[in-house]
């Protein structure tokens, strides 16, 4: 939603609000946080894969890559 980095989990300040929310909650750090993502990526990737190899049809995938300039308009 707001484009952090994901170091931004491991910043003292939030942790400290985690904390204040609920104690007993373990924030993952940045490295788990990535591996997640990617470990998702390959599972929806397999499925997507699975989905499509009976198909006769021809599908195309695009995507829009694109970056934010948001960030510097914040500094």
């Known amino acids: 939603m707001h484009e952090y980095l994901l170091p931004f989990v491991e910043y003292a300040g939030m ?3 985690y904390t ?3 104690p007993t909650f373990k924030v993952p750090n940045r490295n ?3 591996k997640d993502i990617f470990e998702m ?3 929806d990737k397999l499925n ?3 989905l499509t ?3 006769d049809s ?3 995938v695009t995507t829009n ?3 934010s300039n948001h960030y510097k308009k914040c500094r």
Do not use: A, C, F, P
């Open 15 to 17: 942790k400290k609000e």
């Open 20 to 22: 204040s929310v609920q």
């Open 32 to 34: 788990t946080i990535k």
């Open 41 to 43: 990526y390959d599972l």
């Open 48 to 50: 997507m894969t699975k």
């Open 53 to 55: 190899n009976g198909n």
């Open 58 to 60: 021809r599908i195309v």
């Open 65 to 67: 890559m694109w970056t």
